[in-house]
T-cell receptor, first 113, second 115 residues
Framework: AQSVTQLGSHVSVSEGALVLLRCNYS??????LFWYVQYPNQGLQLLLK??????LVKGINGFEAEFKKSETSFHLTKPSAHMSDAAEYFC???????????FGAGTRLFVKA | DVKVTQSSRYLVKRTGEKVFLECVQD?????MFWYRQDPGLGLRLIYF???????EKGDIPEGYSVSREKKERFSLILESASTNQTSMYLC??????????????FGPGTRLTVT
């Protein structure tokens, strides 16, 4: 069975500081990994995905994530936080068919001026 | 621009009522999904459909049913609403073709309150 654990339900950073949101997964098969972002009163939007190939994945809005198989991690980073990054972020893992996606509990990112 | 729309943003229903949540996508996607989102639990899959009239149970199907009569429309039905079904409901769609089938596009959600 697949599972996702996001470390920290809330993360607060200052504007311009590094953003690091942590995600660990469990999967018995090669995982397909995702980060989604949810802005207030909106649905989820895909930030980036890892399926195969390069383990460092770049997404929209300057975010990137690195797949580390040995650590079963897929942490999300951004070098410099912007106020507009304040949102809830979800890590997710999918089966090979793309039908059953398991989402983490979410991490709410606060950005201080 | 791709779009998934849901019939209501907010809905208030009474216990025991039959509730219909509608979702429409304009991207010609084969796959459609219904999730519920609760604080601290993330999103949990209720049902999904990979073709017209086809449906599969997700992780929490109890108390729900679905209908997909047309490719673009996927309905979630609460046969007899209960207070523990108060939640945010999110619809999503994705294409079937390889390489992009993992990319789910979400609607804005329906916040359902059952009193």
């Amino acid at each position: 069975a697949q599972s996702v654990t996001q470390l920290g339900s809330h993360v607060s950073v200052s504007e311009g500081a590094l953003v690091l949101l942590r995600c660990n997964y469990s999967s018995s098969v090669p995982p397909y990994l995702f980060w989604y972002v949810q802005y207030p009163n909106q649905g989820l939007q895909l930030l980036l995905k890892y399926t195969t190939g390069a383990t460092l994945v770049k997404g929209i809005n300057g975010f990137e994530a690195e797949f580390k198989k040995s650590e079963t991690s897929f942490h999300l980073t951004k070098p410099s936080a912007h106020m507009s990054d304040a949102a809830e972020y979800f890590c997710a893992v999918s089966d090979s068919g793309g039908f059953k996606t398991i989402f983490g509990a979410g991490t709410r990112l606060f950005v201080k001026a | 621009d791709v779009k998934v729309t849901q019939s209501s943003r907010y809905l208030v229903k009474r216990t025991g009522e039959k509730v219909f949540l509608e979702c429409v996508q304009d991207m010609d996607h084969e796959n459609m999904f219904w999730y519920r989102q609760d604080p601290g639990l993330g999103l949990r899959l209720i049902y999904f459909s990979y073709d017209v009239k086809m449906k599969e149970k997700g992780d929490i199907p109890e108390g729900y049913s679905v209908s997909r009569e047309k490719k673009e429309r996927f309905s979630l039905i609460l046969e007899s609403a209960s207070t523990n079904q108060t939640s945010m409901y999110l619809c999503a769609s994705s294409p079937a073709r390889s390489g992009r089938r993992y990319e789910q596009y979400f609607g804005p959600g329906t916040r359902l309150t059952v009193t």
